[in-house]
């Protein structure tokens, strides 16, 4: 069985640049989250979907973050535009269902780094 | 809000010891999840605790579900180089759709 595939594995823009990170997950799972771990954290969740519809965003920074999952199976998570803060690596999960929230897969992440 | 301490922040130890580290919360939770992260890659679960003062193992790993259920351990038995990396406790948010996890525990483990 597949894994969760995230890409690209590093990105290294200037402050106030634009950057999109890709997200499949394991075939079948409904729900994905996107996570944002900063160096000496653990991951802190960014947003949820369940399908193609969002679960919780409270944590995203809408002014600058934005994510969708058009279809159901893969996401992307945008940032516009970039901040110094934003240097953190952006992992993807995803578990079966809200249910199995307990059992999420991780991706490797993308590393960010914002100059 | 919900958060979870983990201890000690960073761990050194010889090759073929034990290992034990907690994580703490001021809030209850009705589920623990203990993950470990390897250099470049994603936390991947270990063991999963899901009633008060349980006792879980996973081959040398065991994890228990504090009884105040405010708490939990995991422990590492006999150590090798590959038990090197980063263990994150976790557990539910409030919403029980997501998880929140601790600031981890890193084990550097010397032959």
């Known amino acids: 069985e597949a894994g969760v595939a995230q890409s690209p594995r590093y990105k290294i823009i200037e402050k106030r640049q634009s950057v999109a990170f890709w997200c499949n997950p394991i075939?079948?799972?409904?729900?994905l989250y996107w996570y944002q771990q900063i160096l000496g954290q653990g991951p802190k969740l960014l947003i949820q979907?369940?399908?193609?519809?969002?679960?919780?965003d409270s944590q995203l920074p809408k002014d600058r973050f934005s994510a969708e999952r058009l279809k159901g199976v893969d996401s992307t998570l945008k940032i516009q535009p970039a901040k110094l803060e934003d240097s953190a690596v952006y992992l993807c999960?995803?578990?079966?269902?809200?249910?199995?929230?307990?059992?999420?897969?991780f991706g490797p992440g993308t590393r960010l780094t914002v100059t | 809000g919900q958060q979870l301490n983990q201890s000690p922040q960073s761990m050194f130890i010889q090759e073929g010891e034990d290992v034990s580290m907690n994580c703490t919360s001021s809030?209850?939770?009705?589920?623990w999840l203990w993950y470990k992260q390897d250099p470049g890659e994603g936390p991947v679960l270990l063991i999963a605790l899901y009633k008060a003062g349980e006792l879980t193992s996973n081959g040398r790993l065991t994890a228990q579900f504090g009884i105040t259920r405010k708490d939990s351990f995991l422990n590492i038995s006999a150590s090798i180089p590959s038990d090197v990396g980063i263990y994150f406790c976790a557990g539910p948010n409030q919403a029980g759709t997501a998880l929140i996890f601790g600031k981890g525990t890193t084990l550097s483990v010397s032959s």
């Open positions: 075939s079948g799972h409904a729900t």
């Open positions: 809030s209850i939770f009705n589920t």
């Open positions: 999960a995803s578990s079966l269902g809200l249910a199995q929230t307990y059992e999420q897969y």
């Open positions: 979907f369940q399908n193609n519809g969002v679960v919780d």
